[in-house]
């Protein structure tokens, strides 16, 4: 199975500021991968897909890039609603793994 | 608006059996893959089941294999998961979720039902 991490775990940071998460497959999934945020007690909202693509209805201040083993998610410019956890899922085989979260913190 | 409502979780021994149904409406059901994910409490989250929008191919996380299986009723919308010889660990809130676009299942899920807790506990 392809192992996903991220980095960091846990991240504090203060409206406004740009963030970036990273996420690396234990081997090459071509773009395969997606970014998801989800706030305590509610399911999972997809953010990017294909490594790039933004979901419909999602702000422009997310950001996706990366190929092949390494892929980082940016959020320009945070807002208050931005304070969640964060997890990227590789798509290219079954299993789809997850990586095991980054919890973004107000500072 | 699609929706993707859950029912059959619960309390269960372990060694016990659950079956997990999703309702699906407001979409073409039969052209979506559909997968299952969990999440322990307090945990992240973790990839269960998938099945193809036709029901031909399956595939499962390693720690269910031989124990869960997935199915579908193209017919009836629904989506199952019948969870055997349950263990503890297996204790979790249960998600359907669908594939972001039809007939692919590469782009992630864009949408999610509510969730299920099931528990595994003597």
């Known amino acids: 199975d392809i192992q996903m991490t991220q980095s960091p775990s846990s991240l504090s940071a203060s409206v406004g500021d740009r963030v970036t998460i990273t996420c690396r497959a234990s081997?090459?999934?071509?773009?395969?991968l997606n970014w998801y945020q989800q706030k305590v007690g509610k399911a999972p909202k997809l953010l990017i897909y294909?490594?790039?693509s933004l979901q419909d209805g999602v702000p422009s201040r997310f950001t996706g890039s990366g190929s092949a083993t390494d892929f980082t998610l940016t959020i320009s410019s945070l807002q208050p609603e931005d304070f969640a956890t964060y997890y990227c899922?590789?798509?290219?085989?079954?299993?789809?793994?997850f990586g095991q979260g980054t919890k973004l913190e107000i500072k | 608006e699609v929706q993707l409502v859950e029912s059959g979780g619960g309390l269960v021994q372990p060694g016990g059996s659950l079956r997990l149904s999703c309702a699906a409406s407001?979409?073409?059901?039969?052209?979506?893959?559909m997968t299952w994910v969990r999440q322990a409490p307090g945990k992240g989250l973790e990839w269960v089941a998938n099945?193809?929008?036709?029901?031909?191919?399956?595939y499962y996380v390693d720690s269910v294999k031989g124990r869960f299986t997935i199915s579908r009723d193209n017919a009836e919308k629904s989506l199952y998961l019948q969870m055997n010889s349950l263990r503890a660990e297996d204790t979790a809130v249960y998600y359907c979720?669908?594939?972001?676009?039809?007939?692919?299942?590469?782009?992630?899920?864009?949408?999610w039902g509510q969730g299920t807790l099931v528990t595994v506990s003597s």
């Open positions: 407001r979409f073409t059901f039969s052209s979506y893959w």
């Open positions: 899922q590789q798509s290219y085989s079954a299993p789809g793994t």
């Open positions: 294909a490594a790039s």
């Open positions: 979720a669908r594939a972001c676009h039809d007939y692919y299942d590469t782009n992630g899920y864009s949408h």
């Open positions: 081997q090459s999934i071509s773009i395969y």
């Open positions: 099945i193809k929008y036709d029901g031909s191919d399956k």
